[in-house]
């Protein structure tokens, strides 16, 4: 008896045609493909898994409502990323108006930098590889520094570092040009390293750059 003939699975693209063609049953395949990669970003740029959580399920409820408006054979990662920030910005909106109406706000519970966007510190050329309290402490204030990024610079460095995007995908994700993408990276890199220098001085005296790793 002959094997039954095995079909490459759907592009995304082709998902995403089926569904705006009205082929729900291909709705689950799509959030599948893309849940882990989605909430990890959310994650990271949020910083609050149960917010994360929320802002992954919305996302793909604006997928499936908006779906008409997605154009067959576009690219859909950036497209969907498109969706998820936008969501994401929206959620801290409402988290910070709901904070500044309350009169007793308490400290969020991610005060202390856990599950904030983390960048690994890189040694300079030379220096012999670190203790483990020294390397913990450097990514204490790595992620602090990181922390006080301007959301708009915040977010060409997660989709870019953390989720390997390409320049190309973070501007259409953004709706920004590839150049703003570039200097907005820039722009990032060097706060990050100021903000290590001055932390250096103040501590040890020595000055190293903060350096992101391609992945």
Do not use: C
């Amino acid at each position: 008896m002959l094997d039954p003939i095995r079909h490459p699975p759907d592009t995304d693209e082709q998902l995403l045609t089926r569904l705006r063609a009205g082929e729900r049953d291909v709705f689950g395949t799509l959030v599948r493909r893309y849940e882990r990669e989605l909430f990890g970003y959310l994650r990271r740029y949020l910083g609050d898994d149960d917010l994360a959580d929320d802002v992954f399920q919305n996302t793909f409820v604006q997928v499936y409502l908006k779906i008409q408006q997605y154009e067959p054979g576009r690219p859909v990662r950036p497209w969907l990323y498109a969706i998820a920030t936008n969501q994401a910005i929206d959620a801290l909106r409402r988290r910070n108006r709901r904070a500044d109406q309350r009169a007793d706000a308490v400290t969020s519970s991610d005060e202390d930098g856990q599950n904030r966007p983390l960048f690994e510190l890189l040694p300079t050329p030379g220096d012999g590889p670190p203790e483990s309290a020294d390397r913990a402490e450097q990514r204490e204030l790595v992620r602090a520094a990181v922390d006080r990024l301007p959301d708009l610079l915040r977010q060409v460095v997660v989709l870019a570092y953390f989720q390997g995007l390409k320049y190309r995908d973070v501007a259409d994700a953004l709706d920004i040009p590839v150049g703003t993408v570039k200097s907005r990276l820039h722009a990032a890199l060097a706060r990050l390293t100021e903000d290590w220098n001055a932390s250096q001085e103040s501590g040890t005296g020595t000055q190293e750059a903060v350096q992101i790793p391609n992945v």
